[in-house]
């Protein structure tokens, strides 16, 4: 069992750096793109893969939550389960990809904007298959092959992007970097199946059995769809009601703000079976540490906040250029917004931990729906264009995180006085960091700025002793043990 818990945590570590990684390089490129192709060319890049990633989910409707689980319940059973996954994925993507070319006929697209959809439709049905792959040996509990697999596809698509870059700036060509990309990565993880784990890729159809998956699948679907949906649905209707140039401009803060969720997303998987292992054996212990993941979210995320809304015009200027000065409000509302994204991270993990499944994927779908309709309002009838896709996108998630978090003061007693303690010495620490940079932001360099400002947060966080020792204490155990915890809970 130590030895189980022992790779366990290599393998998370190495997944969590090779995210890291992943994370950078891609933001990095991605900004030197808006600085070569300009704010017209950019949106129609951004639109077509957020246009063809809607479809995703339908391409794998949930089957890799149920791969992944089951596989790892019982890998003996890993052969059947991706030949019937296989069974279902080969026509499932085939009729996925046609009404993806369907929709974008019906929507009067332009052929260009047609071509870069057809083209970054074809990734999308290589990157499911990809991800199914991945998700035998996420079974198998290894990360390491996914770890590197993520890296070296970052590196192709950066390669490819800048020596195609050098002869032509049309988003249409620069997207093959990532259909190379993508065709590595398909190649590679099928390899790897074929001849690592000796796994044969051979549909299995049997009806009884694909219509009980299918069924599974029902709620990872649909959350999954939701998800989706709530996440680019705003650049579609940019894109119907709007300018490319404003995709364009909307592409760089939602970039930005979609990079950092990683952050969230990482310690979370950490925690998830934490949650599951203490629901069932000491919901003390639960309330402990969703009150300390939430503490810790908002220590990361409200310096970052506060940074970015008072420095995000330096930011966007230097990075990106003048052109892109339309950008600034809209990644300042963005920002604001993601403080609720991160906090709702840890929420909605707590319900999943506790079965509450059904209703956090209800909640999605009520809020999806509203950001819908707020998207229609603000961009179609007030004409706020991408300032409006970023104000649908904040109240959204304010929303999203309101909901979700009714359903949590039934689940857990929160020690309500002793987190918003802890939250006002956050907010104090970050005033007076604001403070600075308000007033040294025109008379120092940038990047000076930005380090002492970050000094000057720490600083009051010692002050205000915000962090304490049994904070560095339970944080560490939250590191440390999480394997372990995993490990217990398989067990049971």
Request: charged content about 10%; overall charge positive.
């Amino acid at each position: 069992m130590y030895n189980q818990a022992k790779n366990l945590t290599k393998n998370t570590a190495a997944f969590i750096v090779a995210l890291v990684l992943q994370k950078i390089i891609s933001f990095t490129y991605f900004s030197y793109l808006a600085t070569r192709l300009g704010a017209e060319n950019l949106g129609k890049y951004f639109f077509a893969l957020s246009f063809s990633a809607i479809f995703h989910v339908l391409a794998d409707l949930g089957l890799i939550n149920i791969l992944i689980r089951d596989s790892a319940k019982d890998q003996n059973n890993s052969q059947k389960l991706l030949s019937y996954n296989l069974a279902i994925k080969i026509p499932l993507s085939i009729f996925v990809y046609l009404s993806l070319i369907l929709i974008s006929f019906a929507l009067g697209y332009s052929t260009e904007l047609k071509s870069m959809i057809a083209l970054s439709g074809i990734i999308m049905v290589f990157d499911s298959f990809t991800l199914t792959f991945y998700g035998v040996f996420r079974g198998f509990h290894n990360l390491r092959f996914e770890s590197l697999g993520t890296i070296i596809f970052q590196a192709i698509v950066v390669i490819f992007g800048l020596n195609i870059l050098r002869y032509t700036t049309e988003p249409f060509y620069i997207i093959f970097a990532i259909l190379a990309a993508s065709l590595f990565n398909f190649f590679y993880t099928l390899s790897l199946v074929k001849y690592k784990l000796k796994l044969k890729l051979k549909p299995l159809y049997h009806k009884l059995n694909i219509i009980s998956l299918l069924k599974t699948t029902i709620p990872f679907a649909l959350a999954g769809i939701f998800t989706k949906i709530y996440a680019y649905i705003d650049t579609v209707f940019l894109s119907l009601f709007s300018t490319q140039k404003d995709i364009g401009y909307y592409s760089i803060p939602y970039k930005m703000v979609f990079s950092l969720q990683f952050i969230p997303m990482a310690f979370v998987a950490a925690l998830y079976p934490l949650f599951s292992y203490f629901y069932k054996k000491d919901r003390a212990q639960l309330t402990k540490y969703f009150e300390q993941s939430v503490f810790l979210l908002l220590l990361i995320i409200v310096p970052i906040t506060i940074g970015t809304l008072l420095l995000g015009d330096q930011l966007i200027i230097k990075v990106y250029g003048t052109e892109y000065i339309p950008s600034i409000l809209s990644l300042q509302i963005l920002m604001l917004g993601l403080v609720f994204v991160f906090l709702n991270f840890p929420v909605t993990y707590l319900l999943n931990a506790c079965y509450r499944q059904r209703k956090v994927t209800i909640n999605i779908g009520i809020v999806m729906l509203i950001n819908i309709i707020l998207n229609i309002i603000l961009i179609k009838f007030l004409a706020l264009s991408f300032i409006g896709a970023s104000l649908a996108s904040s109240i959204s998630s304010v929303i999203l995180l309101i909901i979700n978090f009714f359903l949590i003061i039934n689940l857990i007693k929160l020690h309500t006085k002793i987190l918003l303690l802890k939250v006002l010495k956050i907010l104090i620490s970050g005033l007076a960091m604001a403070i600075f940079i308000i007033y040294f932001k025109i008379k120092i360099n940038f990047i000076l700025v930005i380090i002492a400002a970050a000094a000057i947060y720490c600083l009051f966080i010692l002050l205000t002793r915000t962090v304490t020792k049994n904070d560095i204490i339970t944080i560490t155990k939250l590191i440390l043990k999480k394997s372990d915890a995993k490990s217990s809970l398989d067990n049971q």
